[in-house]
């Protein structure tokens, strides 16, 4: 029982009882959708629990799932009594204090408890490896989570004074570093796509007419400059490796097609929740013992069934669309939805680096962010 878990508990055992004693109010305008898709998730992992090869591992990604839909139900509780304002400068604390962590360990090689390179010390004695994981166990967790943050740092370049563009534009660099140092070129791919959203739709209607055309032929200056840099960040190395059968790249392509193997074999059902690792065909698809999908939709895909993954597109799509509406509209804080937008874009690309994301709470915690600002302007507005 971790701290984390206990104050999702708490916090939830407190709500109920207001509600009940207090007749306190839980607003869920304009989001029955994506909590009733949660509860019919759960209810189908529940199902899927009989056809899994591991029950105990399928029993306890449940587990966690619940508490998951508990974090989102809570935080969609307590973020309408809070401001945007609020909500907004909570994430950009946090993520100027990952990023501090982060520089800390690249300049002195230090590293929190929570660190693989702590809890497996022995494995990584005699490689001469430099890479930041901050609170997460690898680096990989933490890129998706600087990807999902950098969007606070990146809306804050258009407040003023100087200063505070000067300090996001720095910390923005920082982010951009610690990426490209942990090597995590999917992140870096991510955040191209993300800067290249806040020009288009951030900057466009703030500029002069010069400008503007500018940002029409961003695009194509943005393809000239991926021609160049993308196979930098690809390494062209990665698909000879594919076409020849060696190396990381084979294995990650074997787990995909294993994948796609196993969600097939299941007649489009899914193999279970968290059953995924008990589904490799090793004689079929040489995955060089690694056993995670290391792509989250895939995960989704393969361990709940079409259905589900269906219904995920749509949850997802659901938060983007409302997030970009609410921008153009001018509902509720253009800053704070531009942000949670963005984070979104960059998430679609920077969630297939890690080894599996459904553990992953900053993801859930962000759809409760989110499900709670569409939430409160959703009542404002009607």
């Known amino acids: ?100 962590i982060a520089l800390l360990e690249l300049a002195f090689d230090i590293h929190l408890p929570t660190s693989r390179y702590v809890i497996e010390a022995e494995r990584f004695n005699e490689m001469d490896l430099r ?108 698909f000879e490796g594919i076409r020849e059968g060696r190396g990381s790249a084979s294995h990650r392509f074997n787990l995909y097609m294993n994948g796609f193997y196993a969600t097939f074999q299941s007649a489009m059902l899914g193999v279970g929740p968290g059953n995924f690792p008990f589904r490799i065909y090793e004689d079929i698809f040489l995955t060089g013992g690694f056993t995670n999908p290391h792509n989250w939709w895939l995960e989704v895909l393969s361990s709940y069934g079409l259905m589900v993954f269906a219904g995920y597109v749509a949850f997802f799509l659901f938060i983007v669309v409302r997030l970009f509406f609410m921008y153009e509209s001018d509902t509720g804080n253009k800053l704070l939805s531009l942000s949670l937008l963005m984070s979104y874009m960059g998430f679609v690309i920077a969630c297939l680096g890690p080894s599996s994301l459904f553990y992953f709470w900053p993801m859930w915690f962000f759809y409760g962010v989110a499900l709670a600002f569409i939430a409160k302007h959703t009542r404002k507005a009607t």
């Open 1 to 100: 029982m971790t701290l984390l878990r206990m104050a999702i508990l708490t916090v939830f055992a407190i709500m109920i009882l207001r509600l009940i004693v207090k007749k306190d109010t839980l607003d869920l305008s304009g989001i029955k959708f994506p909590l009733i898709f949660l509860g019919i998730w759960f209810y189908y992992g529940a199902m899927a629990v009989t056809w899994s090869f591991s029950k105990s591992a399928a029993i306890k990604e449940l587990y966690y799932f619940f508490l998951f839909i508990l974090l989102i139900v809570v935080v969609v509780y307590l973020l309408q009594k809070v401001t945007d304002f609020w909500i907004s400068e909570s994430i950009w604390l946090a993520g100027a204090a990952i990023v501090f």
């Open 131 to 238: 890479r930041a994981t901050a609170f997460f166990y690898n680096e990989n967790d933490l890129s998706v989570f600087l990807v999902l943050v950098l969007p606070f740092f990146m809306t804050r370049l258009l407040r003023k004074p100087f200063s505070t563009k000067l300090i996001n534009f720095l910390a923005i660099v920082a982010i951009i570093a610690v990426n490209y140092l942990n090597d995590s070129r999917l992140s870096l791919i991510a955040i191209i796509l993300q800067i290249t959203a806040f020009g288009l739709i951030a900057l466009f209607n703030q500029v002069k007419k010069g400008a503007r055309i500018a940002l029409i032929l961003s695009p194509i200056l943005i393809g000239i400059l991926a021609w160049y840099v993308f196979p930098t960040l690809l390494n062209v190395d990665l």
